[in-house]
């Protein structure tokens, strides 16, 4: 079973939709939680921590949900500057990557 | 830009070669990790170095070795390398004492391996 797991999408939305996508994590020690996005053929960047309370920045919200072992993230009033993959990322000993979802944002 | 430089930018090497990667770090951040990208899939962590000695290290083989200098640049070095081989290496930096998840990756090195 991999570490951490995604719906790999892709998830093709309109300008102006929600999406909203999970990744599960299978080590229950696991400490931190992240989402990075990567652009195409483009390192990966932090979009933002995950807390167990659930945080938002800006349009993004992230949910952090321990007893299942899954977190989320959701992008409300979609941009097309949106369109990226979103790596699910979590933290043990190292940082364990998902393989990513797609999100494409169309005009 | 993060600040974290990587090359070469782009390389090919025959099956059985040996390669280095070098990396820079940010100015200020002490700690780099090296990961390995494959096409379609998230960067797996290969290892880390923090004040230039290894500080972890993933499911990766022996072949695979690094260092760190005093200046926190560091190197990636692959040996007898294999076609599966073949993917982005990407290099991460970060400051010790900082939120351990917030790692700024540089550009990549994509590896071709024939």
């Known amino acids: 079973r991999k570490e951490v797991e995604q719906d790999p999408g892709p998830f093709n939305v309109p300008e102006g939709a929600t999406v909203a996508f999970n990744c599960t994590y299978s080590n229950s020690a696991s400490q931190s939680f992240f989402w990075y996005r990567q652009d195409c053929r483009k390192e990966p960047k932090l979009l933002m921590s995950?807390?167990?309370s659930g945080n938002e920045d800006g349009r993004f919200t992230a949910q952090l949900n321990r007893a299942s072992q899954y977190i989320s993230l959701l992008i409300r009033d979609s941009k097309l500057s949106d369109s990226a993959t979103y790596l699910c990322v979590v933290k043990g000993y190292k940082l364990s990557f998902g393989a990513g979802t797609t999100v494409t944002v169309r005009a | 830009e993060t600040g974290v430089t990587q090359s070469p930018t782009h390389l090919i090497k025959t099956r059985g070669q040996q390669v280095t990667l070098r990396c820079s770090s940010q100015?200020?951040?002490?700690?780099v990790s090296w990961y390995q990208q494959a096409l379609g899939q998230g960067p797996q962590f290969i290892f880390q170095y923090y004040r230039e000695e290894e500080n972890g290290r993933g499911n990766f083989p022996p072949r695979f070795s690094g260092l760190q200098f005093p200046n926190y640049s560091s190197e990636l070095n692959v040996n007898a390398l294999e076609l599966d081989d073949s993917a982005l290496y990407l290099c991460?930096?970060?400051?010790?004492?900082?939120?351990?998840?917030?790692?700024?990756f540089g550009p990549g090195t994509r590896l071709t391996v024939t």
């Open positions: 991460a930096s970060s400051a010790s004492g900082t939120t351990v998840g917030e790692q700024y």
């Open positions: 995950v807390y167990s």
């Open positions: 100015s200020g951040h002490n700690t």
